[in-house]
């Protein structure tokens, strides 16, 4: 098979498209053909990229872990998907990942894909869609009617978040650069504040949550708007400890865990037009250095995906 490889820790710069073997499932795996992967820029830096589950080296070593495509086979012991089922997923972080024509997944992780969304646009799901989902729900336990600030509103996490917040019927505010205002508002952002011309602790107070994705100063500068009893949930970085003043508030840091249960949610969700995926730039696999550069350059409002498949066939 064809696929996206590094050979060594680094950047884009490392990425080699090139012939692989061709994976084989195990006990409670599923082998996917792959129709499209998502782009997550910063997996080029994450150790999990370059490890076993265990923390041994695995080089050479396949990026990408969103991924949309068909059950080609199935490894023993598996009775959560069947061939030909059309499916979606997070593919774990310690394993090979979807930047390849085939891809083996654990099963439990593939949810079908939502009816709705072709491959290119699933793939921009599974990885933006639940780390949001996680964040507000599992971990913030928002609720209706709560007040929410949104970081990076417009990123790929962001962007759900905020659609995800609404559908909850919470009161959403987000910092995002002007050009994305308009497009927010259209989501279902009330306050957008242009983080480059005004401070959201000046503008915000008395928040329940906030979700951040940037980390740095943003993060810090987050206690200062959630009321007592209110939740900071950073995906960039564990939040740093409070002063005394803010007593009553609580940080939380998570990595995005994959979830069939979640993922079928959201696609019934999105089947029924409450969310949206939103695609940057769609590019083929042969172009992933290209991908993985412009997604390092930051900016991005919402989601890079790579078409390993033209061919589009969902049974």
């Not at 499209?36 to 990229?49: D, K």
């Not at 609580?250 to 695609?279: C, K, N, T, Y």
């Amino acid at each position: 098979m064809r696929a996206i490889r590094l050979h060594a820790r680094g950047g884009p710069e490392r990425l080699v498209y090139e012939d692989a073997p061709l994976p084989e499932p195990a006990a409670g795996e599923a082998l996917l053909r792959v129709y499209a992967a998502g782009v997550t820029p910063t997996e080029l830096t994450w150790s999990e990229t370059y490890q076993t589950p265990d923390g041994h080296e695995r080089l050479p070593t396949i990026p990408g872990h969103d991924v949309s495509g068909v059950v080609e086979a199935l490894g023993p012991d598996v009775s959560d998907v069947s061939l030909g089922d059309a499916v979606y997923g997070l593919i774990a972080f310690p394993r090979d990942g979807s930047a390849a024509e085939y891809a083996v997944v654990r099963a439990g992780d593939l949810a079908p894909k939502p009816r709705t969304l072709d491959h290119v646009h699933a793939a921009a799901v599974p990885i933006s869609a639940l780390t949001a989902w996680q964040a507000l729900f599992t971990h913030a336990g928002l609720s209706a009617g709560q007040r929410v600030l949104i970081h990076g509103a417009a990123g790929g996490v962001g962007v759900f978040a905020v659609q995800l917040a609404r559908w909850r019927g919470a009161h959403v505010s987000a910092t995002a650069s002007a050009r994305h205002h308009e497009f927010l508002r259209e989501l279902g952002v009330e306050t957008v504040i242009d983080y480059r011309t005004a401070r959201f602790e000046e503008v915000l107070r008395d928040v329940d949550v906030v979700l951040d994705t940037i980390g740095g100063d943003t993060l810090e500068r987050s206690w200062n708007v959630l009321r007592r009893g209110g939740t900071l949930v950073s995906v960039a970085a564990p939040p740093p400890p409070r002063p005394a003043r803010d007593a009553g508030t609580r940080g939380i840091f998570f990595i995005v865990e994959p979830s069939r249960a979640q993922l079928v949610e959201i696609g019934e969700l999105i089947d029924a037009g409450q969310i949206r995926p939103v695609l940057n730039a769609v590019l083929p696999l042969a172009r992933a250095r290209e991908a993985f550069e412009r997604g390092q350059a930051g900016h991005v409002r919402g989601k890079i995906v790579l078409r390993v498949d033209d061919s589009e066939a969902t049974p």
